[in-house]
């Protein structure tokens, strides 16, 4: 855009500052948004991308402001990936390195991430500095009392509430959560888990002194003062684009006028905050942006005694503040009950990053225009807003329903304002002078928190009088019952039931006919076919039945003038209800995480191994300067690519064309198979396994399989062109494609399974068990789904040609050595022209096993052929398409029992749904046979299909395998309990292993029996969580409650581990400083931490003086596939532990080249320094370089991890919400390498397998292309859905003398103890499935077999708990009466 004298003397160079840094543009692509300007431009890398959309928080910064009619700065935090550069003229940019950094010195909240062991692969980490740093410097400016000296004026829950919308993969959110509520005032020390600061039993005062000060009178930043003398508003223009911030109604209105007189079709877009595009992807940029936010008419906020209105560009946290505000004052009572409900619901829109700067103005024009299911439409409408609207020169106010009806809005009309009208006004109309207003707002998602779309939201609003002549009965006067969020239809008001309660005394009977009403009149149709229209309609008549329940249950409280509202004038009996009203509310959500306690030992026996040492480069993680793959600064002339991928499961391709716009400058190649250079071939992935082509050749043979690559000169190019590439698809002559397992078996399509991976098929003898059983079970299915990795940075690779046809490429890959070997096949050259690099990992969970390949392998490919550097950062929809996920499977299963619950006999049938090629499908039988021994079948036969069919090949995700044959051999043993109506977790106990049966089950790595830890741990846990107290607590809390129910289960896992060869190298430099460089990959497991931990431990046996500070002292070291050869796959949990016995072997050989010449200058000195001794051995040409190769013996290959969990739930039989109380989890460690590291392993672990059984729906339409393709609808865990109680014992188990210093694995085998919160599930839907049956006079407990779906989401639990519910017990209360 060129600098141009601009009309109106508008500003015409765009002006802010970054972490303190001014810049000023006047050339911009205004649809760039202010991340793809840190990230590409600017040194500042710690603003991460993770979803692009808003929905994770990885790129959230601190957005400074100043307000000059107020003459303050206003900090607040915002998503950097929406917010639209230009807009942010005038303001001062602080990201997760602007609030400190290695160089200056780290924030507090830095240092306290790392000391309490918060980050992991560390990729969510600065954005969730930043989410806190912004709460902080917010609550500082408040009023509140001052805090204790150390603390922040924020309290434990608006801490926790900090990182809402934040998401993180690795930790499972706990310890986040402590580092957090660290800074809280009213914080108990106590409660605050495992960190690095002190130790348990310490006095408070030096807990205190240990942690990294914060003083909240500092500012940590200064606002720019010359950004106070900017002109706000903003005029930039060039040939292609220009950007406008009109600062009066009639500028604006020409500029509108303009658009509309031109003819010639430039597109234009009015912007307020651009949040907008998280949920519609703008496709191309626009012509002309228009910024609202210049004109104040759009920013005022006008209340008086007829209303509220709230200018379209007040932002929804402002909107939030403004309504509560009214809360303090006690005038127009029952208004104020519903002003502060409905901010309480905004509250819930999205999340804190995206409420600050997202408009109401804006969000209402979404619904309008978009259909957006919107949360502000619904309750708006129930409090019949108006809305103030401006065409041409023409304005006018339109009720909100007549705005929403009419057709959507044209480019010429804009949203001026919105106006909530006094309710207390119009009822003063009303003949009926006791009458009151009832308000209350629902919302059902999967997120109590927000940062969710609701399945369904509602808001209605009730005049109600008390009947004279009744005993306290409610009269109905008016209603309004508005609806929304759930289909292709606006927010509605269901008018039928509205207008069949108006005037009616309410009753059980007339709540019937009403909910009967609603539901045949088809009020909620829902968005599309795979949306569960019976569920939603069942949760509207839920909302309805808590509404008008609760005025039939307690009508005393409208009968004494009370009703939901605030009395006038104040009263005592007034200031109660409202204490009551804030209870309800408080119970409705309450605080997070109450506590979570760790138990474990640090060893001391081999110091600092054992010790719960800090992540190694935490703190570097917390400010964003850890340098990702991405982060790595492109070469100049860097290219970028993506994929354009198959959308057809099964079809020729005939041709693939660009949008013709799009034939463009910029886009510089689109490489396909035919790309691949002589003596090379299409690879895309290689491996002992099996192999799969770079891209499809000719055919494509499943919904995601990689058909191009095109290459551009900008990543958004890059995506934009491959966005609109059309693929003329053929299925002329083709089979069709196999889609189901069971067409798999009938065509036979199957992979092979490598003798030396087969699991046999059968223990002891299947028919004799059969024979010997009381009961069986025949024929009985189980059906299981898949799982996205959804690691927080994507796939990624950097490729750099170089001298002599060699190439460097960095990779975010689990397997390097993989990826070297592939890209060398690909190419046709020789191995060592190729260097892979990895250095850290933003998350891998197997998803950067073998599918990392391909990404560096097409990046090599490119930068081959065009001779520059060619880089991917794969956007989260196409990485969610192409990434194949966890296995699904089928199960059928035949099982006999005794009468007292113990099997005798398992048959197994298991078809395993593969997808199309091999990728590491083929371990999945010993995998799933390996964990589902972990009972005591008496006897097991079992038959694994690993079918091939056309989906994307499914790969390895933490815990493949292992974590579907637990919860199979768990779905068995419920079923075996219902059918006898015996209490599952006796079925556990009695068919748990013996070490003789133990021997039997595991032949080749059953262990010592003291290793056999299981019994301990099962008893263990039964005191530990109180298990016998808590189910009866349980039974009486399901006996006196009717709407929600509770569970409790305890579930065992046994897990087979593998440790791998894995090499190790270590140097010692000069000054005494150690080098060291393993196999593994640190993928945020913590692996670098223990490495660090073997080296220091080893070398530290030469016993020099000062040899406390030797872990200080060591460098881990990016692999480099060159300097370190045969690094093999991080994977399988053992990597940690075999790079530590690498790291270990290679010391031994440096200590005893050492040891003499420390012995002779002990000697010589007495006492000796470690650098001294490096010196001497350099100057004696000693050889201070050590490489092994670890290659585990026959009878430390194989072990077998223990560990049990107790968890507890509770569901809401009207909502489908299961709510995580508590879990208790012992896990066997053996002697932990890093008790830290091991506990986050345990803890994050845990949590994604929650994800996984509750959560995580990875939805795809009938050829298998994903529609779960963002963080729109593929839900992670947050904070707000982990156990609100989370306690963790690691068993420091007797020494294991065949382990590395007798530790054991914790990267997987935790996730397998999530299957107890499914367990929990099914348990309270069994109470409601009773429950339901009694109301129909029923209750023989012949309903108690059902089988619970994973994930056991809302739809899902709510279906088991009766979509009638509410029907069936209105009808039983009224043939009670
Ligand atoms: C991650 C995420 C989660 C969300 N979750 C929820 C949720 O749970 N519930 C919910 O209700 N909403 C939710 N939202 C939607 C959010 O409330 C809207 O994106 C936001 O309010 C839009 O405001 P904006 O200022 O960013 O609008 P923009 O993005 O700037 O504009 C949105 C659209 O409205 C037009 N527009 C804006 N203002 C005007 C005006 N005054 N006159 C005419 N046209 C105008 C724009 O041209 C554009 O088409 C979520 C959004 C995100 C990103
Ligand atoms: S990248 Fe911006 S919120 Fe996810
Ligand atoms: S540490 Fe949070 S995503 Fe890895």
């Known amino acids: 855009m060129d600098l141009k004298k601009s009309e109106n003397n508008h500003s015409s160079v765009l002006i802010f500052c970054v972490n303190g840094d001014k810049f000023e543009l006047s050339k911009v692509d205004p649809s760039t948004t202010l991340l793809e300007f840190l990230r590409t431009q600017t040194r500042f890398k710690s603003v991460k991308l993770g979803c692009g959309e808003g929905g994770c928080g990885a790129c959230v910064v601190l957005i400074s402001k100043y307000d000059p009619l107020l003459d303050i700065v206003e900090d607040f935090t915002a998503s950097s990936c929406l917010t639209l550069l230009c807009s942010i003229h005038g303001c001062s940019i602080t990201t997760s390195e602007g609030i400190g950094n290695s160089k200056h010195g780290f924030h507090p909240i830095h240092e306290r991430f790392a000391g309490f062991h918060a980050s992991q692969c560390g990729f969510c980490t600065p954005g969730m500095c930043v989410s806190l740093f912004g709460t902080l410097v917010n609550a500082e400016k408040n009023n509140f009392p001052e805090p204790p000296s150390g603390f922040s004026k924020i309290t434990v829950s608006e801490s926790e509430k900090a990182i809402a919308g934040n998401l993180c993969r690795c930790t499972g959110y706990r310890p986040i959560a402590d580092a957090c509520k660290s800074f809280a005032a009213d914080v108990d020390m106590e409660d605050l888990g495992l960190n690095s600061f002190w130790k348990k039993g310490d006095s408070k005062d030096l807990k205190l002194s240990t942690l990294p000060r914060y003083n909240h009178h500092h500012k940590n930043i200064k606002f720019p003062m010359f950004l106070k003398d900017i002109k706000h508003d903003l005029f930039l223009d060039s040939e292609k684009h220009s950007w406008h911030k009109p600062t009066s109604l009639n500028e604006l209105q020409s500029l509108l006028d303009l658009n509309h007189d031109n003819a010639n079709g430039s597109r234009m877009k009015l912007v307020v905050s651009n949040t907008g595009m998280g949920y519609y992807k703008d496709r191309e940029g626009y012509d002309k942006y228009i910024d609202l936010k210049g004109i104040s008419e759009f920013s005022k906020i006008r209340k008086d005694q007829s209303g509220i209105e709230i200018g379209a560009a007040v932002s929804i946290s402002k909107a939030i503040e403004i309504l509560k505000e009214q809360s303090n004052s006690n005038f127009m009572s029952d208004f104020v009950m519903i002003l502060e409900k409905i901010s309480d619901h905004m509250n819930k829109v999205a999340s804190g990053f995206i409420r600050n700067t997202a408009s109401v103005g804006g969000n209402l024009v979404m619904a309008q225009k978009n259909r957006f299911p919107s949360d502000i439409a619904t309750v708006l409408l129930a409090v019949d807003s108006m809305v103030h609207i401006m065409t041409g020169a023409k304005f006018e106010w339109l009720a909100l329903e007549d705005f929403l009806d009419r057709p959507p809005l044209g480019l010429e009309s804009v949203l001026l304002s919105i106006k909530i009208p006094n309710m207390k006004l119009k009822k003063s109309e009303s003949s009926e002078t006791k009458s009151r207003f009832v308000f209350e707002t629902y919302r059902a998602s999967s997120r109590p928190l927000g940062n969710a779309l609701s399945y369904l939201n509602a808001a209605f609003l009730v005049q109600v009088s008390p009947c004279k002549d009744t005993d306290g009965t409610i009269m109905i006067e008016t209603c309004r019952l508005s609806f929304g969020g759930f289909g292709d239809k606006h927010a509605v008001r269901a008018k039928h039931v509205e207008e069949f309660l108006a005037g009616k005394l309410l009753n059980v009977g007339i709540l019937y006919n009403a909910v009967n009403l609603f539901t045949s009149t088809g009020t909620i149709i829902p968005q599309d076919e795979t949306s569960k229209k019976a569920y939603l309609s069942s949760l509207a008549v839920g909302f309805l039945f808590q509404f008008f329940n609760s005025l039939i249950d307690s009508p005393a409280r409208i009968t004494n003038g009370y009703l939901n509202g605030y009395t006038h004038p104040p009263s005592v009996e007034a200031s109660n209800i409202k204490e009551n009203q804030k209870q309800v509310h408080h119970s409705k959500f309450p605080t997070l995480l109450s506590s979570g306690k760790q138990i474990l030992q640090a060893g001391s026996e081999y110091c600092p191994i054992g010790k719960p040492v800090v992540k190694s480069g935490a703190a570097l993680q917390a400010s964003g300067e850890a340098v990702f793959v991405d982060d790595i600064p492109s070469p100049t002339n860097c290219l970028h690519g993506t994929y354009i991928y198959s959308e057809k499961p099964l079809a020729r391709i005939k041709s693939i064309k660009l949008g013709s716009e799009l034939q463009l400058d910029g886009v510089r190649d689109i490489l396909s198979c035919k790309d691949i250079p002589n003596g090379g071939k299409n690879l895309g992935a290689n491996s002992i396994f099996g192999s799969e082509p770079l891209f499809a050749e000719e055919i494509a043979r499943c919904v995601g399989e990689r058909l191009a690559f095109v290459v551009a000169d900008t990543q958004k190019l890059a995506d934009i062109a491959a966005n609109s590439a059309v693929v003329d698809y053929s299925i002329e002559n083709l089979e069709l494609p196999i889609l189901r397992v069971e067409d798999a078996v009938e065509r036979s399509s199957f992979f092979e399974v490598p003798p030396f991976l087969r699991p046999g098929n059968q223990i002891g003898d299947v028919s004799k068990g059969m024979a010997e059983a009381d009961h069986k079970v025949l024929s009985a299915e189980i059906k299981l789904g898949s799982q996205y990795y959804f690691y927080m940075e994507t796939q990624t690779a950097l490729a750099v040609p170089d001298e002599d046809n060699c190439i460097t490429v960095y990779s975010s890959s689990q397997s390097p050595e993989l990826v070297h070997s592939t890209i060398a096949r690909c190419l046709g050259i020789p191995e060592n022209n190729v260097r892979v690099i990895t250095r850290r990992v933003g998350g891998g969970f197997g998803g950067k096993g073998l599918k990392s390949i391909a990404a560096a392998a097409s990046c090599a490919l490119a930068a081959h052929k065009l001779q520059r550097p060619v880089r991917m950062y794969l956007n989260r929809k196409t990485d969610m398409i192409m990434a194949g996920g966890r296995h699904p499977m089928k199960i059928t299963y035949n099982v006999g029992f005794k009468n007292n619950g113990k099997i005798t006999a398992l048959e197994l049938k298991i078809l395993v749904n593969s997808g199309i090629y091999p990728d590491v499908s083929v371990i999945m039988p010993r995998n799933i046979v390996g964990a589902l021994k972990k009972y005591d079948w008496g006897a097991l036969s079992f038959d694994i299909k690993l079918c091939r069919t056309n989906h994307p090949s499914r790969s390895a995700m933490r815990a493949p395998g292992d974590v579907q044959g637990s919860f199979i051999a768990e779905g068995i043993i419920e079923n ?402």
């Not at 039997?1000 to 059953?1006: G, H, K, P, V």
Request: negative net charge; glycine residues 8%.
């Open 976 to 1377: 075996v309990a219902d059918t006898l109506s015996m209490e599952v977790d006796s079925v556990r106990s009695i068919n748990l292993h013996t070490y003789t049966s133990l021997k039997a089950f595991y032949e080749d790595c059953y262990g010592e029996p003291l290793e056999y830890t299981m019994p301990l741990i099962w008893n263990k846990l039964a005191v530990s969580a109180n298990y016998e107290h808590r189910v009866d607590k349980v039974k009486e809390f399901n006996r006196i409650n009717t709407w929600k129910k509770r569970g409790i289960s305890r579930v065992p896992a046994l897990y087979e581990l593998n440790l791998r060869p894995t090499p190790g190298k270590v140097g010692i430099l000069s000054d005494g400083s150690v080098v060291v460089e393993v196999g593994g990959i640190e993928l945020g497991q913590g692996l670098w931490t223990k490495v660090k931990q073997m080296a220091a431990f080893v070398l530290g046996s030469i016993q020099c003086d000062g040899n406390g500070s030797l872990l200080d002292k060591v460098r881990v070291v990016q692999s480099d596939s060159l300097s370190l050869i045969q690094g093999g796959l991080t994977a399988g949990s053992t990597t940690s532990e075999s790079s530590c016995e690498a790291v270990r072997l290679s010391c031994n050989v440096l200590v005893e080249r050492l040891m003499p010449i420390k012995k002779k200058l002990q000697e010589e000195n007495g006492s000796i320094k470690w650098e001294t001794l490096i010196l001497q051995a350099y100057m004696q040409a000693v050889n201070l370089s050590a490489s092994s190769f670890f290659v585990p013996s026959y009878n430390s290959m194989k072990y077998i991890n223990y560990g049990a969990a107790v968890s507890e739930v509770e569901i809401d039989l009207l909502t489908g919400e299961t709510r995580f109380l508590q879990t208790d989890i012992i896990y066997d460690c053996g002697q932990s390498l890093n008790p830290a590291v091991d506990l986050g392993q345990i803890e994050g672990s845990f949590i994604q397998g929650l994800g996984f059984f509750m959560l995580e729906e990875y939805e795809t339409n009938l050829d298998g292309l994903v529609l779960a393709d963002g963080t729109w609808n593929y839900k992670i865990p947050t904070i707000d859905t982990i156990p609100q109680q989370f306690n963790v014992e690691i068993l420091n188990s007797e020494h294991h003398q065949h382990r590395v210093l007798s530790s054991k694995a914790s990267g997987e085998p935790p996730l397998l103890l999530a299957a107890s919160v499914h367990c929990a599930t099914r348990s309270a839907i069994k109470e409601a499935r009773k429950q339901l049956l009694s109301w129909s006079n029923l209750d023989d407990g012949s309903d108690s077999t059902f089988q619970l779906g994973v994930p056991a989401t809302m739809p899902v639990v709510k279906e088991l708990s009766g979509l009638d519910i509410v029907q069936r017990y209105l009808k039983w209360k009224m043939d009670n009466k």
